[in-house]
């Protein structure tokens, strides 16, 4: 019993080595292997199955990593590392569904509440199942406990965007610039900020933030109905006073506008 205790315990070291190492199929290959074993211990075999996940992850393989993601919380369900990773393998899955993720990342934050980093990716995956109120509550939650760490600062930022909240972000970002100077010179940081600074510009700019004269004059133009400027002075009196012109201006209908043709010097 020992003699096999010290032979998955070498294998396993092996394993972790190959991880070390860059050797992601290697490592694979032999946590197969591993994994294979019918006497592995229920602790080895979770560590074994969640390593699988995260590996699988990285090289795409979403739905192997999430098939043994689940085996992992079916052998240790209070682990919330797992439940993170497996949240990821939905959550970057083109085939993957933003609800489960939603949910996975929820049973994470839960189990482990004071980690900024599942709370964000809790309130970035709510965000994209259409709970935008709870998720950006939860991602500014989460930036308050970041203090300026650039792993949390980016999940926040990026569901903020999604949120449309571009104003809310940029606040955020100059509150980590503010707690962590390290951060903010980095380079990552200043990229966020200039992401963040052109989504308020183009939002600024579609007039989402209230409607403009140019918008206006648009849906007038398309829906034909009438209109009365503001600079309009409209007169009640039948005759002007000594000296003053009074103008006495009517609603009209927008009209179809003709391009005008160019003369050229030939015509003239």
Same mark, same amino acid.
């Given at each position: 019993?020992?003699?096999?205790?010290?032979?998955?315990?070498?294998?396993?070291?092996?394993?972790?080595?190959?991880?070390?190492?860059? %050797?992601?199929?290697?490592? $694979?290959?032999?946590?197969?292997?591993?994994?294979?074993?019918?006497?592995?211990?229920?602790?080895?075999?979770?560590?074994?199955?969640?390593?699988?996940?995260? $590996?699988?992850?990285?090289?795409?393989?979403?739905?192997?990593?999430?098939?043994?993601?689940?085996?992992?919380?079916?052998?240790?369900?209070?682990?919330?590392?797992?439940?993170?990773?497996?949240?990821?393998?939905?959550e970057?899955?083109p085939?993957?569904?933003?609800?489960?993720?939603? %949910?996975?990342?929820?049973?994470?934050?839960?189990?482990l509440?004071?980690?900024?980093?599942?709370?964000?990716?809790?309130?970035?995956a709510?965000?994209?199942?259409?709970?935008?109120?709870?998720?950006v509550?939860?991602?500014?939650?989460?930036?308050?406990?970041?203090?300026?760490?650039?792993?949390?600062?980016?999940?926040?930022?990026?569901?903020? $965007?999604?949120a449309?909240?571009?104003?809310?972000?940029?606040?955020? $970002?100059?509150?980590?610039g503010?707690?962590c100077?390290?951060a903010?010179?980095? %380079?990552?940081?200043?990229?966020?900020?200039?992401?963040?600074?052109?989504?308020?510009?183009?939002?600024?700019?579609?007039?989402?933030?209230?409607?403009?004269?140019?918008?206006?004059?648009?849906?007038?133009?398309?829906?034909?109905?009438?209109?009365?400027?503001?600079?309009?002075?409209?007169?009640?009196e039948?005759k002007? %006073?000594?000296?003053?012109?009074v103008?006495?201006?009517?609603?009209?209908?927008?009209?179809?506008?003709?391009?005008?043709?160019?003369?050229?010097?030939?015509?003239?």
């Amino acid at each position: 019993m020992s003699m096999m205790l010290a032979l998955i315990q070498a294998g396993w070291s092996s394993i972790r080595s190959s991880v070390e190492q860059g %050797r992601r199929t290697d490592a $694979l290959d032999r946590l197969r292997r591993l994994l294979a074993r019918p006497d592995v211990p229920a602790a080895v075999a979770a560590d074994a199955h969640r390593l699988a996940g995260e $590996l699988l992850i990285d090289v795409e393989r979403y739905f192997e990593a999430r098939r043994h993601l689940r085996a992992a919380a079916a052998l240790e369900p209070g682990i919330a590392r797992t439940y993170y990773f497996w949240a990821l393998a939905e959550e970057r899955d083109p085939l993957g569904c933003d609800r489960r993720a939603a %949910r996975r990342f929820s049973q994470a934050s839960r189990l482990l509440p004071r980690n900024a980093l599942y709370r964000a990716a809790f309130g970035r995956a709510a965000v994209r199942s259409d709970r935008v109120g709870r998720g950006v509550r939860e991602l500014l939650a989460a930036a308050d406990a970041a203090t300026g760490e650039l792993a949390v600062i980016r999940v926040v930022v990026k569901g903020l $965007l999604e949120a449309d909240r571009p104003g809310t972000a940029l606040r955020v $970002l100059n509150r980590a610039g503010f707690l962590c100077h390290e951060a903010e010179k980095s %380079r990552e940081f200043r990229g966020l900020v200039e992401r963040v600074r052109f989504a308020r510009a183009r939002r600024d700019q579609r007039g989402e933030r209230g409607t403009t004269r140019k918008g206006q004059e648009a849906k007038l133009a398309r829906e034909g109905a009438r209109v009365v400027l503001p600079f309009i002075r409209v007169s009640t009196e039948t005759k002007p %006073r000594k000296g003053e012109i009074v103008r006495r201006d009517v609603v009209s209908l927008p009209r179809p506008h003709f391009p005008r043709l160019r003369s050229r010097k030939a015509d003239r």
